[in-house]
C-alpha cells in the first residue's frame, strides 16, 4: 500500500513522499518496504535516523526534524497508528469468532450480539454478556456474573469464583460462602491465567476501560474504577478501592481495605500497607511517597563508604589510647 493511501485510511496528514509500504516492523528490524515507529526523543539518543533501515516511519510532531528527508507520517500516538497500518497492511489477529463447538454455555446464560467464545470455554449460570465481547479458550465465568460489551477475557481466567474467606471457629477454618458477583463494565481486558473472585454479598467490580494484565488477582469485593492499568502478577487483596486512572505496576501488592486515590501510581514490587493519596507515586517493600523511597535508598546504598570512614576514625581513636 502506498504511504500516502495508509495516510488517507488513518486519518493523517499526507506525506511529502509517497512510497511503497508491505509491513511493520521493529525499528532496529525494519527492511527497505516496511513502516516503523519512534515514539520518544531517547530512541535516537546517539543514533542517526539513517541508521534504521526502515522505508518510513511513524513519529509524534516534535520528533519529525530528527528524520530529516526520510518519509514519515506524524501522530500524536505512533504505537496505535502502525498497529492500525499493520492490520491495513493484512497482518491478521487471533481473534475468536462465533461459538466453538467445545465451549459449555448454560442455557440460562444471556450473550450479546457479535459475542464470541473460544474453545473448552465454560459460562456458567445467568451469567450476563454484552454485545461483542470476546471470551478466549479455556476461560470461565462463574454464575450470575456481568459482564460488559466489547471486554476481552483471556484465555485460562477465571472470573467469579469465590473469594478467600473463612472463619476459624470449633477448632479449624470454616468456609464462608461468598454470595455475590463479578461485575466487569463495558471495554475491560482481562488478560491470560488472571483471577477476579466475586463478593462476599456484592460486588467485585471493575470499571469501564480498566485493562488487567496476565496472572492478576484481584480478591472479593474490590472496587477498581474507569481506564486503570493493572499489570502482570499484581495482587489485591479484599476490599480495597482503586480509584480511576491508576496504575499498579508489575507484583505490586496491596493489603486488603486500603484506598489507591485517583490518578496514583504504584511502582513495581511496591507492598502497600495503607491508603495512597491521589495523583503521586508510591514506591519500595513497603510503599512511600517515591522521593522518599529514592532517598532512602540512596542512604542504604552509601553505608559501606560511610562505614568505612567509621572504622578508620575508630582506629585513629584506639591508637591514640582514648
Keep these: 500500500m502506498k504511504l500516502t493511501e495508509l495516510a488517507r485510511q488513518l486519518g493523517l496528514a499526507q506525506p511529502t513522499q509517497?512510497?511503497?509500504?508491505?509491513?511493520?516492523?521493529?525499528?532496529q528490524e525494519a527492511g527497505g518496504t516496511d513502516l516503523s515507529f519512534i515514539n520518544e526523543r531517547k530512541w535516537l539518543d546517539g543514533v542517526s535516523a539513517h541508521a534504521y533501515q526502515a522505508a518510513a516511519f511513524m513519529v509524534p510532531k516534535e520528533l519529525a526534524p530528527l528524520l530529516g528527508d526520510r518519509p514519515h507520517l506524524i501522530t500524536p500516538t505512533p504505537a496505535l497508528h502502525v498497529a492500525q497500518a499493520a492490520t491495513l497492511l493484512g497482518r491478521k489477529t487471533l481473534t475468536v469468532r462465533g461459538i466453538h463447538p467445545t465451549a459449555s454455555i448454560d442455557p440460562t446464560a444471556q450473550l450479546g450480539p457479535g459475542v464470541a467464545v473460544g474453545p473448552h470455554a465454560v459460562i456458567e449460570a445467568e451469567v450476563v454478556i454484552g454485545a461483542e465481547t470476546v471470551i478466549h479458550a479455556g476461560a470461565i465465568i462463574h454464575e450470575r456474573c456481568l459482564i460488559g460489551a466489547r471486554c476481552i477475557i483471556g484465555s485460562n481466567s477465571v472470573i467469579g469464583f469465590d473469594g478467600f474467606g473463612y472463619e476459624f471457629t470449633a477448632g479449624r477454618?470454616?468456609?464462608?460462602?461468598?454470595?455475590?458477583?463479578?461485575q466487569l463494565e463495558d471495554e475491560v481486558e482481562v488478560g491470560a491465567n488472571?483471577?477476579?473472585?466475586?463478593?462476599?454479598?456484592?460486588?467485585?467490580?471493575?470499571?469501564?476501560?480498566?485493562?488487567?494484565?496476565?496472572?492478576?488477582?484481584?480478591?472479593?469485593?474490590?472496587?477498581?474504577?474507569?481506564?486503570?492499568l493493572i499489570v502482570a502478577q499484581v495482587g489485591i487483596a479484599g476490599s480495597c478501592r482503586i480509584e480511576d486512572g491508576v496504575v499498579l505496576a508489575g507484583q505490586a501488592?496491596?493489603?486488603?481495605?486500603?484506598?489507591?486515590?485517583?490518578?496514583?501510581?504504584?511502582?513495581?514490587s511496591t507492598g502497600v500497607a495503607g491508603s495512597v493519596p491521589a495523583g503521586i507515586t508510591w514506591s519500595g517493600y513497603w510503599g512511600q511517597p517515591h522521593r522518599d523511597n529514592l532517598a532512602q535508598l540512596a542512604a542504604v546504598r552509601g553505608l559501606p563508604a560511610f562505614m568505612k570512614k567509621v572504622q578508620a576514625f575508630m582506629k585513629k581513636w584506639e591508637e591514640r589510647g582514648e
Design 18 to 27: 509517497d512510497i511503497e509500504i508491505t509491513d511493520v516492523a521493529p525499528l
Design 194 to 228: 488472571t483471577t477476579i473472585d466475586r463478593g462476599r454479598f456484592g460486588a467485585t467490580r471493575i470499571g469501564t476501560g480498566t485493562k488487567i494484565d496476565n496472572q492478576v488477582q484481584i480478591a472479593h469485593n474490590v472496587d477498581i474504577g474507569r481506564h486503570c
Design 253 to 268: 501488592g496491596l493489603v486488603p481495605h486500603v484506598t489507591i486515590g485517583r490518578g496514583a501510581r504504584v511502582a513495581a
Design 173 to 182: 477454618h470454616q468456609k464462608i460462602l461468598h454470595l455475590g458477583i463479578v
